[in-house]
């Protein structure tokens, strides 16, 4: 009998040696974390970075943080976050503006004012419609509507079951960009809002409107007397 035949003698007789040979072969786990996630082009949460490396979603979770703790401690010029439900590389904030000046070279991509006004209120009424937010900010927002589209920054989410119109909302890549993992995580507006008291301040500079005041009761008319 050769070594050939023991070999595979041995392979039917023992199931789990069978196994063993058959087991698809475990890269490094950091390693492999981070290889994949450098060409990743959007965040990737830890279940699937754990079907793709053959780990337990657990250990990748704690690689994952581990690999994030260890950047930070180095001081390297990027970091590991978990942003809008996955895992991706950042640019370190402080290393932004250097960033910032060779990719843009000098040309900034801001959004206009009306168009952040009209993403603040897709954010926090979403779903909604365009004629809602029209409404709401008090002018047309068509063009700002469509920048939005372009940019990612806002998508389609169906339709009115009332009147039909095509309902909005904001977008991961929204989530991404303004470093939160879900809507949830959006500031309270209440601080932020003006009290009545200052609201009738700002009414009475632009017109002397001030919250309306109750109006006098008429005046009961004379009743005649007869002679």
């Not at 950091?30 to 965040?43: K, N, S």
């Not at 991509?109 to 979403?126: H, K, M």
């Not at 989410?157 to 879900?182: K, P, Q, V």
């Not at 009545?196 to 009761?217: C, I, K, N, S, Y």
């Amino acid at each position: 009998m050769t070594e050939a035949d023991v070999h595979d003698t041995t392979r039917s007789d023992d199931p789990s040696s069978e196994d063993e040979s058959l087991a698809i072969p475990l890269t490094e786990l950091r390693g492999a974390l981070e290889a994949i996630l450098m060409v990743a082009d959007q965040p990737l949460d830890a279940v699937s970075l754990a079907s793709v490396v053959g780990y337990p979603g657990e250990e990748v979770l704690e690689a994952l943080t581990a690999l994030a703790g260890e950047y930070d401690e180095q001081g390297r010029g990027f970091e590991l976050r978990n942003v809008a439900g996955g895992w991706r590389y950042y640019t370190r904030e402080q290393f932004a503006t250097v960033v910032e000046g060779f990719v843009l070279e000098g040309q900034q991509a801001r959004l206009t004012q009306a168009a952040l006004e009209t993403l603040a209120v897709v954010a926090y009424q979403q779903p909604v419609s365009r004629a809602r937010v029209s409404a709401i900010r008090g002018v047309n927002v068509d063009g700002v509507m469509r920048t939005l589209l372009t940019r990612g920054l806002v998508e389609e989410a169906g339709r009115d079951g009332e009147h039909g119109a095509t309902l909005y909302r904001t977008t991961g890549y929204f989530l991404e960009r303004i470093g939160i993992t879900s809507v949830d995580d959006l500031p309270e507006l209440a601080p932020y809002l003006p009290s009545l008291e200052d609201l009738d301040d700002e009414l009475a500079d632009l017109g002397g409107f001030g919250r309306p005041t109750p109006e006098a009761p008429p005046e009961a008319p004379e009743m005649e007397t007869g002679p």
